[in-house]
């Protein structure tokens, strides 16, 4: 039998996609503990010196970067709730998880699942009360709805049913959970469990010994699943894909170059020592390779010296570490570039409102999450929502037609190498698609600092032309 916290088979089919985007969020050490299955090991490549380069890798955090950029912007200025909202439900609107959070920091965690998986879920929860309380007492007591962000990685399995007329509803959920409980005298452990929910009930099962068992169940009056689920790119009901795959798995590429290129970096900065000529004598009597050293030898022939690497191949592996950093910016800038309907170019010209960008879109779909969770919460308190009630977040960032147009061409240009990575990010800050408070030459300085080592040093090494120092005896 299966137990209640085996996955469902749509859970794992985006599970599988989800790892990777984990393992680049979790940086570098994340990274190299993914070990194999994230840097292959190379044929005949022996143990350790396969752990050495894996130690030696690090993370040029390209997705984390961009995820952050993206969630950041609608939060720039606080989420705000217009209308004419009813007075049970202003503490919710004030504290939604119970937690100290406003609004605007539940809605930007929110999104922040939703853009990284694709969907992100709302349980709007009601606290377990005694029986025989009236809505005073509840009242009396700070008894409310509070909204629970669930993870989409603890939203392991659910179930649902086609109504009358074509929506699929919830039926069953399963959300995992983690509790902190006391182990010793001061330590702590963390505990695992599951909890189901139905349509007018609940269950809470833990793992006990080798048994998942149910430590505790009730009924709820709310007539359904309190769940909200925010989707970015729906796959089916339930299930979505992550928009930034694509550009994970070019972080993913970027990560097994740089590893590439430091590890020839090593050997390239370590002459080969070579000698011929010279007897197994000679070289049993301890010879001393260093400043201030003769080295002889009875043979007139003998040679000794050092070969040194021409340093194409770094060069090659510079320029795709470039080229992949390249297109991981641009792919970033995607969603904030604005798309347009079937107008004709004319009236896109005239009408530039109409246009939309992707990440406008989801944040749409943000606001009409938070404010279907609202309702969910009235619908617990016996309160209507009135239909001029809204939550807004801000997104009148999107880019304009001629910014647009000129983005793109700054990019093909940076893609081209055509201009640098300063002119890129200055034109691009000109056009608002940075803050005005963005340090061009900072930031520029702390990508050089994740990227490959300092390009003075490789383009010093670059322009010497391969050698061969011989020292004759």
Same mark, same amino acid.
């Given at each position: 039998?299966?137990? &209640?916290?085996?996955?469902?088979?749509?859970?794992? $089919?985006?599970?599988?996609?989800?790892?990777?985007?984990?393992?680049?969020?979790?940086?570098?050490?994340?990274?190299?503990?993914?070990? #194999?299955?994230?840097?292959?090991?190379?044929?005949r490549e022996e143990e350790q010196a396969y752990e050495n380069r894996l130690q030696r890798s690090y993370l040029y955090g390209a997705l984390a970067d961009t995820i952050d950029k993206i969630v950041s912007k609608p939060f720039s200025r606080p989420a705000i709730v217009r209308g004419n909202v009813p007075d049970a439900l202003k503490e919710v609107?004030?504290?939604?998880?119970?937690?100290?959070?406003?609004?605007?920091?539940?809605?930007?965690?929110?999104? $922040?699942?939703?853009?990284?998986?694709?969907?992100?879920?709302?349980?709007?929860?009601?606290?377990?009360?005694?029986?025989?309380?009236?809505?005073?007492?509840?009242?009396?007591?700070?008894?409310?709805?509070?909204? &629970?962000?669930?993870?989409?990685?603890?939203?392991?399995?659910?179930?649902?049913?086609?109504?009358?007329?074509?929506?699929?509803?919830?039926?069953?959920?399963?959300?995992?959970?983690?509790?902190?409980?006391?182990?010793?005298?001061?330590?702590?452990?963390?505990?695992? %469990?599951?909890?189901?929910?139905?349509?007018?009930?609940?269950?809470?099962?833990? #793992?006990?010994?080798?048994?998942?068992?149910?430590?505790?169940?009730?009924?709820?009056?709310?007539?359904?699943?309190?769940?909200?689920?925010?989707?970015?790119?729906?796959?089916?009901?339930?299930?979505?894909?992550?928009?930034?795959?694509?550009?994970?798995?070019?972080?993913?590429?970027?990560?097994?170059?740089?590893?590439?290129?430091?590890?020839?970096? %090593?050997?390239?900065?370590?002459?080969?020592?070579?000698?011929?000529?010279?007897?197994?004598?000679?070289?049993?009597?301890?010879?001393?390779?260093?400043?201030?050293?003769?080295?002889?030898?009875?043979?007139?022939?003998?040679?000794?010296?050092?070969?040194?690497?021409?340093?194409?191949?770094?060069?090659?592996?510079?320029?795709?570490? %470039?080229?992949?950093?390249?297109?991981?910016?641009?792919?970033?800038?995607?969603?904030?570039?604005?798309?347009?309907?079937?107008?004709?170019?004319?009236?896109? $010209?005239?009408?530039?409102?109409?246009?939309?960008?992707?990440?406008?879109?989801?944040?749409?779909?943000?606001?009409?999450?938070?404010?279907?969770?609202?309702?969910?919460?009235?619908?617990?308190?016996? &309160?209507?929502?009135?239909?001029?009630?809204?939550?807004?977040?801000?997104?009148?960032?999107?880019?304009?037609?001629?910014?647009?147009?000129?983005?793109?061409?700054? &990019?093909?240009? %940076?893609?081209?190498?055509?201009?640098?990575? #300063?002119?890129?990010?200055?034109?691009?800050?000109?056009?608002?698609?940075?803050?005005?408070?963005?340090?061009?030459?900072?930031?520029?300085?702390?990508?050089?600092?994740?990227?490959?080592?300092? $390009?003075?040093?490789?383009?010093?090494?670059?322009?010497?032309?391969?050698?061969?120092?011989?020292?004759?005896?």
């Amino acid at each position: 039998m299966n137990n &209640v916290n085996e996955p469902s088979s749509s859970y794992k $089919a985006m599970a599988e996609k989800w790892g990777l985007l984990h393992d680049l969020l979790g940086g570098t050490s994340a990274m190299r503990a993914a070990g #194999k299955s994230r840097l292959p090991i190379e044929t005949r490549e022996e143990e350790q010196a396969y752990e050495n380069r894996l130690q030696r890798s690090y993370l040029y955090g390209a997705l984390a970067d961009t995820i952050d950029k993206i969630v950041s912007k609608p939060f720039s200025r606080p989420a705000i709730v217009r209308g004419n909202v009813p007075d049970a439900l202003k503490e919710v609107v004030e504290d939604p998880a119970m937690k100290g959070l406003d609004l605007t920091q539940f809605a930007r965690e929110l999104f $922040a699942d939703a853009v990284t998986h694709g969907v992100a879920h709302v349980l709007v929860d009601f606290p377990s009360v005694a029986g025989g309380l009236s809505m005073a007492d509840e009242k009396a007591e700070g008894v409310r709805p509070y909204f &629970v962000r669930v993870s989409p990685p603890d939203m392991i399995g659910w179930r649902s049913s086609r109504q009358a007329g074509g929506r699929e509803r919830l039926t069953e959920v399963r959300l995992r959970e983690y509790r902190t409980e006391s182990d010793g005298g001061w330590g702590d452990t963390q505990v695992e %469990r599951v909890r189901v929910l139905r349509e007018d009930e609940w269950q809470l099962w833990q #793992k006990i010994g080798e048994e998942w068992l149910m430590v505790d169940e009730g009924t709820h009056t709310y007539g359904g699943i309190p769940i909200v689920s925010l989707y970015l790119d729906p796959t089916g009901f339930m299930t979505a894909d992550p928009p930034f795959e694509d550009l994970a798995w070019l972080n993913l590429a970027h990560w097994q170059s740089l590893s590439d290129q430091r590890n020839i970096l %090593r050997f390239a900065r370590m002459p080969l020592l070579y000698q011929f000529g010279i007897s197994e004598e000679e070289i049993e009597s301890e010879i001393t390779i260093g400043p201030s050293q003769l080295i002889r030898s009875i043979n007139p022939d003998a040679k000794m010296g050092y070969v040194e690497h021409g340093g194409r191949a770094i060069e090659s592996g510079d320029k795709d570490l %470039r080229n992949l950093e390249a297109q991981m910016e641009v792919m970033g800038l995607q969603p904030l570039i604005s798309k347009t309907g079937g107008a004709t170019a004319t009236g896109r $010209a005239l009408d530039e409102s109409r246009t939309h960008s992707n990440i406008q879109a989801w944040i749409r779909a943000l606001e009409d999450t938070l404010g279907e969770a609202l309702a969910v919460a009235g619908r617990w308190m016996g &309160v209507e929502l009135p239909d001029d009630v809204a939550v807004d977040v801000f997104s009148d960032f999107g880019l304009t037609m001629k910014a647009e147009q000129d983005i793109r061409a700054l &990019v093909d240009m %940076r893609k081209s190498n055509l201009i640098t990575h #300063k002119t890129f990010l200055e034109e691009v800050k000109r056009r608002g698609l940075l803050s005005d408070t963005v340090d061009v030459d900072i930031e520029i300085e702390m990508v050089d600092e994740e990227a490959t080592a300092q $390009a003075g040093a490789l383009e010093t090494f670059l322009s010497d032309e391969p050698t061969e120092n011989e020292d004759d005896e």
